[in-house]
């Protein structure tokens, strides 16, 4: 196992534009699947879907040439305001960049007529990949598995809540977690759930929470970026397919005061390129924990401080994390531990792997998964000693250091972690911590109504 970062160098993944050959079959490939239109789309830097449709006879010629967009869109904020000193907007006299489409990834939008969808990569007009593109980074961070002999499998689990859309109120009350009558009271969620199923995506479980009105549906886990890929189309379902059945799916961290959060619980484990082995497990070692996957956890604990900008992207995230809410609130790790930051499902067997509970569901789903695999990365090539679990319930143990509980702390942190800086790479992190501090100031000046219904009349 290399022991530095120089000898776990990578080649970088590349970008090109298709031939004519390529482009033309692929376009066969699309009018038989009974396509007139294409979304070319791909996820920004807070998860939300960007690009353009384009009608059959058009695609093949943005194939070959790309299809021209805003090169800065990936470094628009939360309103979509450009980020100044990102390097990404009046650096570059705001020009365009091109999408690559990743044809594996063609799939039907079923709400809509005869369209479909291809997820897409950005690069500039020089061939230059634009590495702060979540997408990008984390085929990065894949990369440099692949050059210390792993693959990745990953799955994300995230929860929302399934509100009225004209109310805003959730569509049943109380809290229900598990009630199974509550899971099918409202068609809507069973038509998600085909519509889901419609697209490729494998749904294993779907319930209730422990929320009013909010929803949990969980699919398999995936090899590399094709997870990523699975959670950026199921997020994005659930935001255009329900609104069409009367609700609103939100995945907003914290919507209401004294209920549940929602989360995105984050599973992965390493394989062996060699021999297709879960790298996680050892037979022979305490509780089936290989000293690999010790180090890979040991390796998100360290560098969890950092990470939780990512994971918990803006200021309402920091809302969730509170003691004896099934929200972890320091950093720890336990075996089969619902309040640690790590859970470590120790099943014995091929299917050991770990769960992060800190990300919340406002995470996105490819820089949720490139920061936690860059994070353990690093405790592998360090080959960290894994600290002590503890035992009992980690949210009691005040041994453990504290999560930050603000934004602004997680933003500090990441950018004082120079390895994981480092490891991310500066394009990534001076687009993103320029984004953030710009979204935090901007939200800090305004006034919450609760603070005005506690002071405005009374004093």
């Known amino acids: 196992m290399p022991d530095t970062l120089q000898e776990s160098a990578e080649a970088l993944p590349e970008l090109a534009l298709f031939t004519r050959e390529d482009a033309d079959a692929f376009v066969e490939q699309v009018r038989a699947s009974g396509f007139e239109f294409l979304r070319f789309e791909f996820a920004d830097m807070a998860g939300l879907s960007r690009g353009k449709t384009i009608p059959i006879d058009h695609i093949a010629g ?20 450009p980020v100044r000193g990102s390097g990404y907007n009046e650096e570059r006299n705001y020009s365009d960049a091109v999408m690559i489409p990743d044809v594996e990834t063609l799939t039907p939008v079923p ?55 004209e109310s805003g109120e959730p569509f049943f009350p109380d809290q229900p977690i598990f009630v199974t009558a509550r899971t099918h009271q409202n068609p809507a969620i069973d038509g998600l759930v085909r519509t889901l199923q419609q697209q490729g995506i494998d749904i294993i479980t779907y319930n209730v929470e422990h929320g009013p009105g909010q929803i949990e549906i969980n699919y398999d886990a995936m090899d590399g970026v ?49 021999t297709g082995r879960n790298a996680f497990f050892d037979p022979e070692m305490e509780d089936g924990l290989s000293a690999l996957m010790r180090s890979f956890i040991q390796g998100i604990l360290e560098h969890t401080r950092a990470a939780m900008a990512i994971w918990n992207p803006t200021p309402n995230c920091y809302r969730r994390i509170r003691p004896r809410t099934y929200a972890p609130s320091n950093i720890s790790w336990g075996i089969q531990d619902r309040s640690a930051s790590v859970r470590v499902k120790a099943s014995m067997d091929e299917a050991t792997h770990l769960e992060v509970r800190v990300p919340s569901a406002m995470a996105n789903p490819y820089l949720l998964a490139a920061s936690v695999l860059a994070s353990g990365l690093l405790g592998v090539i360090q080959g960290s000693e894994l600290s002590p679990a503890a035992s009992g319930p980690k949210e009691d143990d005040d041994r453990f250091e504290k999560l930050p509980t603000s934004i602004e702390d997680a933003l500090e942190a990441l950018d004082a972690d120079i390895a994981l800086r480092e490891y991310l790479g500066e394009e990534f992190i001076q687009v993103y911590l320029k984004m953030k501090w710009q979204e935090t100031a901007r939200l800090r000046d305004e006034i919450p109504a609760a603070e005005t219904a506690e002071y405005f009349d009374l004093y």
């Not at 967009?69 to 979509?80: F, I, K, N, P, Q």
Request: hydrophobic share 40%; glycine share 10%; net charge positive.
């Open 111 to 165: 709400w809509l007529e005869k369209t479909g969808r291809v997820i897409c990569d950005t690069m500039w007009y020089d061939g230059t990949p634009q590495w702060a593109a979540p997408r990008m980074l984390l085929k990065k961070m894949l990369a440099k598995a692949d050059a210390l002999g792993f693959t990745v499998k990953m799955g994300h689990e995230y929860e929302f809540y399934a509100v009225d859309k």
């Open 226 to 274: 094709a997870a990523a890929d699975r959670a950026f189309v199921f997020k994005g379902t659930v935001k255009e397919f329900l609104p069409l059945h009367g609700l609103h799916g939100t995945f907003m961290t914290k919507p209401y005061k004294g209920r549940s959060g929602s989360c995105s619980h984050f599973h992965v484990s390493l394989i062996d390129k060699n």
């Open 62 to 81: 943005y194939m070959r040439k790309g299809l021209n967009l805003y090169g800065g869109t990936v470094a628009l904020d939360s309103y979509s305001i």
